[in-house]
């Protein structure tokens, strides 16, 4: 640690414009940013900002609320330097004496050493792609049967809808039209399902305010109607996926797939750094070359003493990380066969016999709502 050339400051209730920028230019996450939180509410009375800096600039800046003697840091998914995790926690466990622990609930950390009791257990997934520098090199890299997907399936677009448009649109070039279509798209897609959209009338107008800030909105038109799109948001430059959706009576041209490959190609032409799938182990984002990173949830306690005290927290972190790590090996057995154990070869067949069966199911009533949309039929070349 290096506190000889760092110093600390807390703000209370008025946090600083300053330091929502260096948030923003530190993380460059949509989940670490004063943005997010404002428009969904987390930014309540009481929250504090934590900013350490060292020769100048600023290390570390994190917001944080006291809830019933704990800690609780509310940005998320953003890497942590165990330096900066340990001077926070001194600096914490010193300025309030009734604290009796710190919980970072989502955060990419590599703790190993530290002068506290902690517990560090996987919460949640983001998986991530690289962006390479342009998207012949994109191309290059796509597995060999990705490739051809979307190169077969582009071309049957463009021969059966000489109509067809993609385009991308930032912040005030995007239409609330097309947003709401993609939403309409997407709580269709979920309806199909015998699913409820988690997109609420309050979600969507929360979504629409921060696109207009932080908006990449990508849209697929097939003679002039919207069918299929993305709706991301570009912290940095970083990109950030939260809605792909496509009209189910295009299946057959793989629309969902295609149009989040095309989101990408124009992030790379925008010179994104990162593009994140967040969330969510589906196939598609692994196809398209996301690398899974575990994010953790991070407790660190006062003492053995105080950990003791708040053994059902302690309890419930523990269950959660084992629960949540037992559901993801399921699923990456599940998407990658390995031959030579039994296990692995029992899990596979279970799992994706229960996914083939759900699948079917979604399929046909996805064709049913169709139809009784009126939607148009579309014919299949397989």
């Known amino acids: 640690m290096h506190e000889e050339d760092t110093s600390v400051a807390i703000y209370r209730d008025a946090i600083p414009l300053s330091v929502e920028a260096d948030m923003e230019s530190l ?10 939180m404002k428009i969904y509410g987390h930014m309540t009375p009481g929250t504090m900002a934590y900013v350490a800096a060292r020769d100048g600039k600023t290390a570390a800046a994190l917001l944080f609320r006291l809830e019933h003697g704990k800690v609780c840091v509310l940005n998320e998914q953003m890497w942590l330097d165990q330096d900066e995790i340990e001077r926070f926690a001194r600096y914490v466990f010193s300025a309030f004496t009734g604290v009796k622990a710190i919980s970072f609930p989502v955060v990419h ?7 506290f009791p902690y517990q560090q257990f996987h919460s949640t997934t983001d998986i991530v792609l690289s962006l390479p520098l342009s998207v012949d090199e994109y191309m290059a890299r796509l597995g060999k049967s990705t490739r051809s997907y979307v190169k ?12 067809f448009r993609f385009r991308a649109y930032t912040n005030d070039e995007i239409s609330e039209a097309d947003v709401r279509e993609i939403i309409a798209l ?8 015998n699913k409820t959209s988690y997109i609420d009338d309050d979600e969507e107008r929360r979504m629409l305010a921060l696109l207009k800030l932080r908006g990449f909105v ?18 940095g430059d970083n990109y950030f996926l939260q809605v792909v959706a496509h009209n189910p009576a295009y299946d057959d041209y793989g629309l969902g797939t295609l149009c989040c490959y095309l989101t990408i190609c124009e992030c790379i032409a925008q010179n994104g750094n990162e593009y994140h799938f967040l969330w969510g ?12 990173r575990d994010l953790d949830h991070l407790a660190v306690y006062r003492s053995r003493l105080h950990m003791l005290v708040l053994l059902p927290m302690a309890f419930r972190i523990a269950r959660e990380g084992y629960t949540y790590s037992f559901r993801s090996w399921v699923l990456n057995k599940a998407r990658r066969k390995d031959e030579g154990s039994v296990i692995s070869t029992l899990v596979f067949h279970l799992v994706n016999g229960l996914r083939d069966l759900k699948n079917a199911a979604s399929r046909l009533l996805r064709r049913e709502h169709a139809v009784a949309a009126g939607l ?7």
Not at 27 to 36: D, F, P
Not at 152 to 163: H, Q, V
């Open 186 to 193: 997407n709580r269709a897609r979920m309806s199909g399902r």
């Open 152 to 163: 077969r399936y582009l071309n049957k677009l463009r021969r059966d809808f000489p109509s």
């Open 109 to 115: 950390a590599d703790i190993r050493r530290f002068p």
């Open 281 to 292: 182990q589906y196939e598609y984002k692994y196809r398209l070359l996301g690398v899974q």
């Open 27 to 36: 993380y460059q996450h949509r989940y670490a940013s004063s943005l997010q």
């Open 218 to 235: 990508g849209v697929l038109t097939l003679d002039g109607r919207v069918c299929a799109g993305t709706i991301n948001f570009r912290f």
């Open 376 to 382: 148009p039929p579309v014919q299949s070349d397989k």
